[in-house]
């Protein structure tokens, strides 16, 4: 079964406007966290939030936003006014377990979502 | 700051060479992790170190590739001999881990090519 889904492979934004990108995620570990990591054209992948399951409010970085819904085991990330620069691929990602265990720190990526930003 | 830094960048090579791919972490992080991207495969984790100690490397294709983190401050992926298949984009990414919550920094990935 796949850990991270992301089921939209491509999503269109106008500039300016808000849009969301799905992620669910499988595990039975109570201890994990949730990453999204944009990599736009130039191929560099950059960090953009976090969220840990035991973390009570959702995670915020400037426009970003991590909508998460531990009952749905979803973790969408919302970007709030769209901009030209936001046209990438957007990758969630899943660290399960805490700390250092032999598979706690390896990262799951699901497939990613090719964002395209319209002017 | 400065983040994590590879070499080469880019590189091209025949099939049959020795390929060596090196990896700066930043400073202060105590994990490193070599990815690799392909279309097919997507972003898999090859293998990684806590303290320059190998903890996974389940995720290393075969004997052909190798790994070493001599010290804090630099890593190698080795594949020797190189095959067309192993051509991707190999990114090296560090952290600083600790109990529940670590955020890996990728570097900016070396472009493989073996004809």
């Known amino acids: 079964a796949q850990k991270i889904t992301q089921t939209q492979p491509g999503m269109f934004v106008q500039e300016k406007e808000a849009v969301t990108l799905d992620c669910t995620y499988d595990?039975?570990?109570?201890?994990?966290?949730l990453f999204w990591y944009k990599q736009p054209s130039s191929g560099e992948m950059i960090f953009l939030i976090y969220?840990?399951?035991?973390?009570?409010q959702n995670a915020t970085e400037g426009r970003y936003s991590l909508n998460f819904q531990k009952a749905r085991k979803s973790a969408n990330l919302v970007i709030s006014a769209s901009q030209l620069g936001d046209s990438a691929m957007y990758f969630c990602?899943?660290?399960?377990?805490?700390?250092?265990?032999?598979?706690?720190?390896?990262?799951?990526f699901g497939e990613g979502t090719q964002l395209t930003v319209n002017p | 700051d400065a983040g994590v830094i590879q070499s080469p960048r880019h590189e091209v090579t025949e099939m049959g060479q020795e390929v060596t791919l090196r990896c700066k972490p930043i400073?202060?992080?105590?994990?490193l992790f070599w990815y690799r991207q392909t279309m097919m495969r997507g972003l898999e984790l090859l293998i990684y170190?806590?303290?320059?100690?190998?903890?996974?490397d389940s995720g290393m294709p075969e004997d052909r590739f190798s790994a070493k983190m001599p010290n804090a401050s630099f890593s190698t992926l080795k594949i020797q001999p190189s095959e067309p298949r192993d051509s991707a984009v190999y990114f090296c990414?560090?952290?600083?881990?600790?109990?529940?919550?670590?955020?890996?920094?990728f570097g900016p990935g070396t472009r493989l090519l073996v004809l």
């Open positions: 170190f806590n303290n320059n100690v190998p903890i996974d």
């Open positions: 595990t039975s570990d109570p201890s994990y966290g």
């Open positions: 969220q840990g399951s035991y973390d009570q």
């Open positions: 990602a899943m660290r399960e377990g805490g700390g250092i265990q032999a598979s706690g720190s390896r990262l799951t």
């Open positions: 990414a560090s952290s600083y881990t600790q109990i529940n919550q670590e955020t890996q920094y």
């Open positions: 400073s202060g992080h105590n994990s």
